[in-house]
């Protein structure tokens, strides 16, 4: 009796370990998939559908017939002609480099930061007007609308001249609106008609790229063929994740990480099934002599054995995966765990439960269940004289 409750214990310890591993990585890469969500909104709000640039070089020529091209393909509702360019923004006694972003009044279509004004306001059209990231706001100490004191943009017409006044090229402008994204280009852009940066830097009908703004009922694949096609070789199309692939990168190395650590951790846990099968088969050396003279052989007592330890490992599991989601489905409902500091536009930590994760997560337990309860059973130690 006393070996039976030692068992039993031993058994909901296997149990309950499988249960805490599985519960802790379905909430952790939850947690993860909720921060993973936020970054894919933030740059949601500034990138295009599709961008098209140059595979080599930088700047090429556009023309209405090649504008109108691209419009005409179906899927694309609106396309914005972009120039960039870096730029030396001085104001006051500050001085700061920005990548200097010029755009055509279709951007508006194209991209939300309009949207993302949190003071003054969107260009309208006026010459000589910029929008900035509020970081660079910030430090350049600038106000809005300061027409006493303009913002001066400066680059060099010619880098190997000697006399670097003489090569720098100056043109004053003024802070319409600020705009706040919560990513990079909050402290790195300024934003401007593209018709003032081709007239300030003195070149033609150039683009660096071309923003689309898609139809989602149309398959991007096609709309992307599409381009392709118009466009020839001389032209890349990037997709939202191919625009950040560091971005994008970076969270996928984090979440296979996530999954070596969690997997590492459940075989951990599985030493405690390894524990649990070894006490019941000694526990039970009466029962298997009973099975084996009923006429089991040594493979199907090994296999009783064997569906002893998945059964475990499933309940574990499956229980896990439920306390987990339930706890998940808490935090999102109610906020109850808050970060330490509110970063940018959450205060608590985010949840995004993937069906896709919870179903991987469950094969990574079920493989690491079998290949244990297998190792324990096999052993012939335990079935002697059979």
Same mark, same amino acid.
């Given at each position: ?16 370990? &499988? ?24 740059? #949601? ?43 030396? @923004?001085?104001? =006051? ?6 990548? @200097? ?89 300024? &934003? ?25 009922? &149309? ?23 191919? #625009? ?12 296979? @990480? ?48 064997? =569906? ?14 439920? =306390? ?23 205060? @608590? ?15 990574? &337990? ?21």
């Amino acid at each position: 009796m006393r070996q039976r409750k030692v068992v039993n214990i031993i058994t909901m310890v296997s149990i309950s370990g &499988v249960l805490c591993g599985t519960m802790a990585m379905v909430i952790v890469l939850s947690v993860f998939n909720g921060f993973d969500n936020i970054i894919h909104g933030l740059y #949601q709000k500034v990138d295009a559908d599709f961008k098209v640039e140059l595979k080599t070089g930088t700047l090429f020529n556009v023309d209405n017939d090649f504008i109108s091209g691209i419009n005409n393909i179906d899927g694309v509702i609106f396309c914005s002609e972009i120039l960039e360019q870096k730029l030396l @923004a001085q104001y =006051l006694d500050y001085q700061y480099v920005v990548e @200097a972003k010029g755009v055509d009044e279709n951007y508006i279509q194209v991209s939300n930061l309009h949207q993302n004004i949190v003071l003054g306001n969107y260009l309208d059209g006026t010459n000589n007007f910029v929008i900035v990231g509020n970081k660079v706001f910030n430090r350049l100490g600038l106000r809005v609308l300061d027409f006493e004191n303009s913002l001066k943009l400066s680059f060099f017409k010619e880098e190997k001249m000697m006399d670097i006044n003489s090569s720098m090229h100056t043109q004053s402008f003024y802070a319409t609106g600020v705009f706040r994204t919560d990513v990079e280009i909050d402290e790195t852009h300024l &934003v401007l008609s593209v018709h003032d940066l081709r007239n300030f830097l003195k070149i033609s009908r150039q683009c660096s790229s071309i923003e689309i703004k898609t139809d989602k009922n &149309v398959n991007p694949s096609a709309i992307h063929a599409s381009l392709m096609s118009f466009l020839g070789p001389d032209y890349i199309i990037k997709n939202r994740l191919e #625009q950040r692939p560091f971005v994008h990168k970076m969270v996928r190395t984090e979440k296979i @990480a996530v999954y070596m650590i969690f997997s590492f951790i459940l075989i951990i846990s599985m030493l405690s099934l390894i524990a649990s099968l070894i006490v019941l088969l000694m526990e039970k050396q009466k029962d298997i002599d009973l099975l084996h003279s009923l006429g089991l052989t040594r493979q199907k007592i090994k296999y009783i054995f064997l =569906l002893i330890g998945c059964s475990i490992t499933v309940i574990g599991g499956v229980l896990g995966s439920f =306390l987990g989601v339930f706890i998940c489905f808490l935090q999102a409902q109610f906020k109850l765990i808050h970060l330490n500091t509110q970063i940018g536009i959450i205060s @608590a930590y985010p949840i995004k439960v993937n069906v896709v994760d919870i179903l991987i997560i469950q094969i990574i &337990v079920l493989c690491l269940g079998i290949i244990t309860s297998f190792l324990v059973s096999k052993n012939n130690n335990f079935y002697l004289g059979y």
